[in-house]
């Protein structure tokens, strides 16, 4: 079995392979310390409660874009696991090329997307993560990533709403009924994914129009992408396990 590691700002979510099929997941936070021990124990915890045999693991890939939380995390794949876990970063195999002035500043978060986008969509197509940030990245026809956006997450402006304001409160992030709001949480809830579904549709636009991709493709996913998916007839398809599908494939490719 394979156990991909997707290391988010807010959470890090996992998945086990059996083969080419994805049998379980799960997810915990990023920001809560640990040592090795602790997280070979959550891991191990969380895996059994699923039902999985960590016995069965013989491969483990890991995509990061906290560096802070690597050293306790490898540590502890190694030592619960006896696994020496792959790393995207630099040098390893992906099925797609950078295609930008420094591939180095693009992170591994958005190769798994755009890997994963790329293999199971064809290209040319436009990868859409809502997540602590909201990404849009470009691959073209031949498997090139040549261009990417990044805006903030929709939980980090509800955030810079309520801390930078006296009276506006915290809220609960979801789609409110309408536009047209007649209380302060509902203008609240309104601006944040509304003002989202209207980003969103206009960089798909724009990024049409200064490509020329008329059929490019346009993938989602991320924690709040079904949502705004729900909202818009620009995006084709939403894909909860996108990044977990990518980190499989560049495993494939580097066995």
């Excluded at 640990?34 to 483990?60: H, K, N, P, Y």
């Excluded at 990868?127 to 956006?149: K, N, P, S, W």
């Excluded at 129009?209 to 490019?216: A, N, R, S, V």
Aim: charged share 20%; glycine share 10%; net charge negative.
């Amino acid at each position: 079995m394979l156990l991909v590691f997707d290391v988010g700002n807010t959470n890090i979510k996992c998945g086990l392979y059996d083969g080419d099929k994805l049998v379980h997941t799960f997810r915990f936070m990023t920001k809560t310390p640990r040592t090795s021990d602790e997280f070979g124990m959550t891991i191990c915890d969380l895996a059994a409660r699923q039902g999985a045999d960590i016995s069965r693991i013989d491969g483990v890939i890991i995509a990061s874009v906290v560096p802070d939380v690597m050293h306790s995390l490898i540590a502890s794949v190694k030592k619960y696991l006896n696994a020496e876990p792959v790393v995207v970063g630099p040098g390893i195999k992906t099925g797609i090329n950078i295609d930008t002035p420094n591939p180095k500043e693009i992170g591994p978060d958005r190769i798994v997307d755009a890997v994963a986008a790329y293999e199971l969509y064809g290209g040319p197509v436009l990868v859409l993560d809502f997540g602590t940030a909201t990404t849009y990245d470009v691959v073209t026809a031949d498997g090139r990533f040549t261009a990417g956006i990044t805006a903030p997450g929709i939980g980090i402006s509800a955030e810079a709403l309520w801390n930078g304001t006296a009276k506006l409160p915290k809220i609960e992030i979801m789609m409110p009924k309408s536009i047209l709001a007649t209380d302060t949480v509902w203008s609240m809830q309104a601006g944040l994914m509304y003002g989202q579904v209207g980003q969103t549709e206009y960089i798909i636009k724009q990024v049409r129009k200064e490509t020329g991709y008329d059929d490019l493709k346009v993938i989602a996913t991320g924690g709040l992408g079904r949502i705004i998916s729900n909202e818009t007839d620009m995006i084709d398809e939403y894909n909860s396990d996108l990044a977990l599908e990518g980190l499989r494939l560049i495993y494939a490719k580097n066995r």
